[in-house]
């Protein structure tokens, strides 16, 4: 299936800022939709079902936990959404709740409002003006939540999604891992504007999002304080054909564009020098401006504080200006591509550093896994949505919210008590069980096999440990660490080759297996003996020489003998009492 969206207008006429930048960019969409997880719906060639009840619950209790005031009828409406990750050009969302609160560190935090809506396609890849998109999670019902603007730290905002996302797994209807909870960070500074940060996945990266988006924002309002020192003035877009000047350029850029029969357009800048890129590199509007050019499918743009550089020389730098008409050090921008796509990059190029003057512009960017952002498109507005006339209105009625109260799941803090008080683990290693999301199989752990401390041990050290190493820990869910623990607790290895186990099961093979095939089969305790034994009278010398004292240096052959077999306290012991007999005879 593939398609083109059009923006449409609202209910007032309207058409939103977002959808028309989005509608410029002239994308088609490729869908694939796997039979077993697609119907008509996801097509937009059948009318949608009503919405989900059993998603409506969790919502209504989610609302209940954040004390928020749920709305008597929810009415779903149509937020426009053209780049392609909504077949129908618009996602349904509905407000359930407004006005809650959580607190965090003995600071409230507002909840503005709770809404459910639905997933968007997955991404599958991007050629030139082609996306390609998978329907496999279009339509999943999802919970937004919108904080108010209450914090004030890049920490404070990790540990407010982080306690957000422990109530979110405290109704035990939402999965562990990558990208099951998303966080679009919205940030401004004084001065600054509000910018959306979109889609961020991980929370250890809040914190540096934050900060790089407050840099950022910074430079871009010294750099307005500059242009406004020198005077200058939004520059008016006079694209001038550079071709020529740059016939015979060395740069791949330039000639793989003029091979194609495509062109070399430029303008002119001025006022602009040193602030496109500054000496020290903390300025960066030229990044800005090409992040905006690549909207249009270009690579990219060159200009002139980043050149002579790329394959473009200081005889191309005199060309480029002489063609332009400007004098030896002012400011320049060009661009390489088909001819239509080159203009129109170096177009939008010079309205993004024409609105440096003015300070920072409100926009949506999209997370990099470096903690940088790029930019994406304009910060939507209030004309991107209209009423949903497809699906009906749901009536709260205030029996189903008195079920829902009677009903709300233990909060974070009581099992953080409950567990230092049932299994006997360490207060900071309960939080942050909780705060991972690891409370369900750690419990289960712990009650059915009587191993709390080896499960959180497990939980919060081997398993991030594995993940540095390079170990798809993904592969590892409940049901495989419940596997390894039940072969723990039958005898099969001790806990000391825990890691090695899961190492192994991570790679596809079962705890049997993975103990089998390590050779960790646990030893009974003659057979340790004997082999600590013949170890001890080996270094016989060394054990007279040191008495006791040996016991030390002798621990690291033993363990190599019988790591993953005996547990360290016992080996220590029979290493102990072996030392003891060759010395008493």
């Known amino acids: ?65 954040t004390h928020a005031q749920v709305v008597d009828e929810v009415h779903f409406m149509r937020k426009i959404v053209i780049d ?15 006005d809650g609160s959580i607190e965090v560190n003995g600071k409230r935090i507002a909840i503005q409002s709770i809404c459910l809506e639905e997933d968007a396609a997955r991404k599958v890849e991007t050629k030139g003006s082609e996306v390609t998109y998978r329907l496999d999670r279009l339509g999943i019902p999802l919970i937004e939540i919108a904080t108010g603007p209450d914090m004030r730290t890049p920490e404070e905002v990790r540990e407010v999604a982080a306690r957000i996302g422990s109530m979110l797994r405290a109704t035990k209807r939402v999965k562990r891992g990558i990208g099951t909870i998303r966080e679009d960070l919205n940030i401004s500074i004084p001065g600054g504007a509000r910018v959306e940060i979109k889609g961020v996945q991980e929370l250890r990266l809040l914190p540096l999002y934050v900060e790089k988006e407050v ?28 071709t020529n000047a740059l016939k015979d350029c060395k740069s ?42 690549k909207t249009r499918g270009v690579q990219g743009i060159f200009h002139s504080d980043e050149l002579p550089a790329y394959g473009i020389t200081d005889a191309d730098v005199r060309a480029i200006r002489g063609t332009l008409g400007i004098e030896d050090l002012k400011a320049f921008a060009l661009c390489a591509d088909e001819a239509s796509r080159a203009e129109a990059a170096i177009r939008v190029a010079v309205e993004r550093a024409n609105h440096s003057m003015l300070g920072v512009p409100e926009e949506t960017r999209d997370p990099l896994p470096d903690g940088s952002t790029v930019y994406s498109r304009p910060l939507p507005g209030a004309s991107r949505m209209y009423p949903e006339t497809d699906v009906k209105p749901i009536p709260i009625h205030p029996g189903r919210l008195k079920g829902i109260h009677s ?41 059915k096999f009587n191993l709390a401390s080896v499960a959180a041990r497990t ?127």
């Open 215 to 242: 840099e950022r924002q910074r430079s871009l309002l010294t750099i307005q304080h500059i242009l406004n020192e020198r005077g200058t003035r939004p520059e008016t877009i006079k694209v001038v054909d550079l």
């Open 407 to 447: 009903r709300l799941p233990e909060m974070p803090e009581q099992k953080v008590v409950r567990f230092v008080e049932r299994y006997g683990v360490h207060q900071q290693q309960a939080i942050q069980i909780v705060r991972d999301g690891y409370e369900e199989v750690f419990e289960e752990i712990s009650s």
């Open 1 to 65: 299936m593939l398609r083109r969206l059009r923006p449409t207008q609202s209910e007032m006429g309207e058409v939103d800022r977002a959808a028309l930048v989005q509608a410029e960019r002239r994308m088609r969409f490729r869908y694939q939709a796997p039979r077993s997880v697609s119907c008509l719906v996801d097509a937009d060639e059948e009318p949608p079902h009503d919405a989900d009840e059993d998603a409506m619950d969790i919502t209504l209790t989610l609302a209940s936990l």
């Open 252 to 293: 791949k850029v330039v000639a793989a564009a003029l091979s194609k029969g495509g062109k070399v357009v430029g303008v002119a800048l001025l006022g602009f020098e040193g602030v496109m890129r500054s000496a020290d590199g903390k300025l960066r509007l030229g990044a800005e401006m090409a992040q905006h050019a």
């Open 84 to 98: 392609g990750s909504n077949t129908a050009g618009f996602q349904r969302t509905a407000l359930v709740a407004v």
């Open 459 to 585: 939980l919060l050290s081997t398993l991030p440990e594995l993940e540095k190493e390079g170990v798809d820990i993904a592969e590892l869910g409940d049901d495989r660490l419940l596997e390894a623990f039940q072969e723990l607790q039958q005898g099969s290895f001790v806990k000391e080759a825990m890691s090695s186990v899961l190492r192994k099961m991570a790679e596809g093979a079962s705890a049997k297996d993975a103990v089998k095939s390590l050779g960790l089969q646990k030893v009974d305790l003659s057979e340790a003996e004997s082999i600590i034994a013949a170890i001890v009278k080996e270094k016989e010398p060394l054990v007279r020489e040191k008495g006791l004292a040996a016991q030390g240096p002798l621990m690291a052959p033993v363990m190599e003998k019988l790591r993953g077999k005996v547990d360290g306290k016992t080996a220590s012991e029979l290493l102990k009492s072996e030392i003891s007999k060759l010395l008493a005879s």
